[in-house]
């Protein structure tokens, strides 16, 4: 079964904080994907992996292939990183799954606070 | 570059109607992708597709459908609507075939309720 799970489900962080949020799936995955996401909905793509890591900015992002668990690392945090941060991950076509392959976390809740 | 546009972005719709949801990817993105957002579920892939062609559907009722056009506009339309249905609807676009292989690039998504 094709399942993504994300934790925490909410995040505190003071200002300055390395904060980290992880992100597991229970199977081979073809690429997984970070998302931002803002109040009032609009999406940002942050990376797109499917093995080793990414960095951009004061944004890290690992994962682990054989552990099946990624992990979105922000250094430095800032009150703008307040944010949903949702991981998504599309599972490689098998024959006893022919239809959808892309599935979402439930997403982490972050506040930052100054 | 233009970003992902979808109209309209908000809607209120009564129960039994039908609704027809529109989005236009960047220019030069040949596919695009719907997504469900509810406080309930979450995010949930609808469609995907690539040169008008759908090529993987989530697992949602025959009540919702797409379709994509030539200029790789896409369009998503939900039949008899239910109140389960009120949602952010999201569409993405991305240069590659497959969705989830490439960076996607979402819209501002329209915002359905359903009365």
């Known amino acids: 079964k094709n399942e993504v799970e994300q934790s925490p489900q909410n995040l505190t962080a003071q200002e300055g904080e390395f904060i980290t949020i992880n992100c597991s799936y229970s199977v081979g995955i073809s690429a997984l994907h970070w998302l931002q996401q803002h109040p009032g909905g609009g999406i940002v793509s942050l990376f797109m992996?499917?093995?080793g890591k990414k960095k951009h900015g004061r944004l890290i992002a690992t994962i682990n292939i054989q552990e099946k668990h990624s992990s979105l690392h922000i250094t430095a945090s800032h009150p703008r990183d307040s944010a949903v941060y949702i991981c998504a991950v599309r599972f490689p076509l098998t024959p006893s799954n022919t239809g959808n392959q892309f599935y979402f976390g439930t997403g982490t809740s972050l506040t930052v606070i100054p | 570059k233009a970003g992902v546009t979808q109209t309209p972005r908000y809607l209120i719709k009564t129960r039994g109607q039908q609704v027809t949801l529109s989005c236009s990817p960047i220019s030069g993105h040949r596919s695009v992708s719907w997504y469900q957002q509810t406080p309930g579920q979450g995010l949930q892939f609808l469609f995907e597709?690539?040169?008008?062609?759908?090529?993987n559907k989530g697992n949602f009722p025959g009540r919702f459908s797409g379709r994509q056009f030539s200029n790789s506009r896409s369009e998503m339309n939900v039949s008899t609507l239910e109140l389960g249905d009120s949602a952010l609807y999201l569409c993405?676009?991305?240069?590659?075939?497959?969705?989830?292989?490439?960076?996607?690039?979402f819209g501002p998504g329209t915002r359905l309720t359903v009365l």
């Open positions: 993405a676009s991305s240069q590659g075939q497959w969705l989830g292989y490439n960076e996607q690039f």
């Open positions: 992996l499917s093995s």
């Open positions: 597709y690539f040169s008008e062609t759908q090529r």
